[in-house]
T-cell receptor
Framework: DAGVIQSPRHEVTEMGQEVTLRCKPISGHNSLFWYRQTMMRGLELLIYFNNNVPIDDSGMPEDRFSAKMPNASFSTLKIQPSEPRDSAVYFC?????????????FGEGSWLTVV | SQKIEQNSEALNIQEGKTATLTCNYTNYSPAYLQWYRQDPGRGPVFLLLIRENEKEKRKERLKVTFDTTLKQSLFHITASQPADSATYLCALVNAGNMLTFGGGTRLMVKP
């Protein structure tokens, strides 16, 4: 199994630009998560999808952030416009079941720097 | 509010010794707790899950305990090796039924 695949691995962008992060979950997994990791705040859950439907987006910091899952094998996290404080590692993860405490499989992360 | 606390200071130990990492939580009533390992530049990787009715769980050199009275889990690595050096994260299901993570503890095993 290829695991959770994220792209890009690294992105440097200027403030105000749109950023799109992409994720392909593990085949057969029906729960998908977007996390953000920073030194200050650790690993934070941004949004959770189950069967392609957003279930909990309470962790999305503000309206500049949006996430979609058009099908079972693809999800995007978009930041528009980006700000320097959005600089972080963004992880996509997937699991089987309804996501409630099941083992989560993480991708390698997308390292975002906004200058 | 719900909190998961792990020692933010790095734990430095000598190769061959047992490393013990602590995870304390407040305002949770978790049915189970998970431990993950994270290497620099990589995503977290699942290690162990322990249920509330399990006091202890082992996997090779790893041992996890779960004390729901103390609201604490201990994570032990016996006969530690330099390759065990990493950040270790504990995770609990929160009130919204989502897995949330502690801040992690960095372990450094010196040869």
């Amino acid at each position: 199994d290829a695991g959770v695949i994220q792209s890009p691995r690294h992105e440097v962008t200027e403030m105000g630009q749109e950023v799109t992060l992409r994720c392909k979950p593990i085949s057969g997994h029906n729960s998908l998560f977007w996390y953000r990791q920073t030194m200050m705040r650790g690993l934070e859950l941004l949004i959770y999808f189950n069967n392609n439907v957003p279930i909990d987006d309470s962790g999305m910091p503000e309206d500049r952030f949006s996430a979609k899952m058009p099908n079972a094998s693809f999800s995007t996290l978009k930041i528009q416009p980006s700000e320097p404080r959005d600089s972080a590692v963004y992880f996509c993860a997937s699991s089987l079941g309804d996501g409630s405490g099941n083992t989560i499989y993480f991708g390698e992360g997308s390292w975002l720097t906004v200058v | 509010s719900q909190k998961i606390e792990q020692n933010s200071e790095a734990l430095n130990i000598q190769e061959g010794k047992t490393a013990t990492l602590t995870c304390n939580y407040t305002n949770y009533s978790p049915a189970y707790l998970q431990w993950y390992r994270q290497d620099p530049g990589r995503g977290p990787v699942f290690l162990l899950l322990i249920r509330e009715n399990e006091k202890e769980k082992r996997k090779e050199r790893l041992k996890v305990t779960f004390d729901t009275t103390l609201k604490q889990s201990l994570f032990h690595i016996t006969a530690s090796q330099p390759a065990d050096s990493a950040t270790y994260l504990c995770a609990l299901v929160n009130a919204g039924n989502m897995l949330t993570f502690g801040g992690g503890t960095r372990l450094m095993v010196k040869p």
